[in-house]
């Protein structure tokens, strides 16, 4: 207990589940900010570490492998009838997942601006873009898998570490990505129908818009570590 | 410049950090697709990737409208990363030198001693 609190004080304080309550409910703020933005912040930090754990244990097995690693460069090329060009649908991804966290931006400022159909529709716009991700990434799982045989205990192009930390660490974010689509089709479907009108607050399309953004950033630290190291 | 919370900003500021996404993106895959080696590609991706996370953290998450308590609080844990992040790179590299003694591939050691550094 900090030093500010008398004894008097302590002793009126209730115990047990009320005191828990009423203490973790005591009207204390360090940050002036709406509360459900500041525990999506929370979230994603947490998510930080997450993702941190997973890049850090992907970097520590590859450069730990007496292997050579399967060269990405090659692993994920696409060939469009003529030679294989490299990384294209990684690249493609990339541009997909920008472009959606664009839309989302915009989004969030009509939302300010209290323009119900055009915050729903680039929500909408930008949910159809993380479809199309998703779509893209299962493509990619299933050339990889079907094709070249790539399994998270072994593959025959080089380190078996290769599968365990490609399919760990896209699947992962693939499932935020997932998450990412159905939460922004179910928040913009409550804008259309007008929830947030009566309050008039549209800080829930910004907290929205946070994850989506963390879902873009993930991608940037992924493509740089995992596809193009 | 908001009002508690409340982040209202200009539309032509969100359209131009978007663009400089997208230019950045093109460069991060041109780095691979014109085969820079070495230093030279891992500075440039290291370069692109920090520019990209910054622009989405700062711009389109709002961070540098936040306040600086706020900023801290968020940006400062993951900095801690970094330390775990060179211990586990130092761990990484004993294991490889320990597993080329073990398996008597000693003289790849010494050529990996001399000529990279990771």
């Known amino acids: 207990m900090g030093s500010n609190v008398t004894e008097p004080q302590m002793a009126s304080l209730p115990e047990g589940l009320q005191g828990l309550t009423r203490d973790w409910s005591s009207d204390k703020q360090a940050f002036h900010i709406p509360w459900g933005k500041a525990m999506m912040w929370f979230f994603l930090l947490s998510d930080t570490f997450i993702f941190g754990c997973f890049l850090t244990s992907y970097m520590n097995v590859r450069m730990s492998t007496r292997v050579p690693w399967p060269n990405p460069s090659e692993v994920f090329a696409l060939s469009f009838g003529g030679d294989p060009i490299p990384l294209i649908l990684i690249a493609l991804m990339t541009f997909v997942l920008i472009t959606s966290s664009g839309t989302m931006a915009l989004a969030v400022n009509y939302g300010y601006r209290r323009d119900r159909a055009k915050t729903a529709a680039l929500m909408l716009i930008t949910a159809a873009f993380g479809a199309t991700f998703i779509g893209m990434q299962a493509f990619e799982w299933t050339k990889l898998i079907v094709d070249e045989g790539i399994r998270p205990w072994g593959n025959p192009m080089g380190a078996p570490q290769f599968g365990a930390s490609f399919f760990m660490i896209t699947g992962f974010h693939g499932v935020h990505v997932s998450i990412g689509v159905i939460y922004l089709t179910v928040v913009a479907l409550k804008v259309l129908k007008g929830d947030y009108e009566a309050s008039g607050n549209y800080e829930v399309v910004e907290i929205t818009g946070l994850y989506w953004h963390f879902v873009d950033l993930v991608w940037v630290f992924i493509f740089a570590f995992f596809y193009l190291w | ?118």
């Open chain 2, 1 to 118: 410049m908001t009002t508690e919370g409340h982040q209202e900003h200009p539309l032509s500021v969100y359209l131009w950090i978007w663009g400089l996404l997208f230019v950045l993106s093109i460069f991060s895959y041109l780095v691979d697709y014109v085969g820079f080696e070495g230093y030279l590609r891992w500075s440039l991706i290291i370069a692109f990737m920090l520019a990209k996370a910054g622009l989405i953290i700062a711009i389109f998450m709002h961070m540098i409208w936040e306040r600086l308590a706020f900023i801290c609080a968020i940006l400062g844990p993951p900095l801690l990363l970094s330390f775990f992040i060179g211990f586990m790179a130092i761990e990484g590299d004993t294991t490889l030198m320990t597993r080329l003694d073990f398996f008597g591939e000693t003289d790849f050691v010494a050529q990996h001693y001399t000529e990279t550094v990771h």
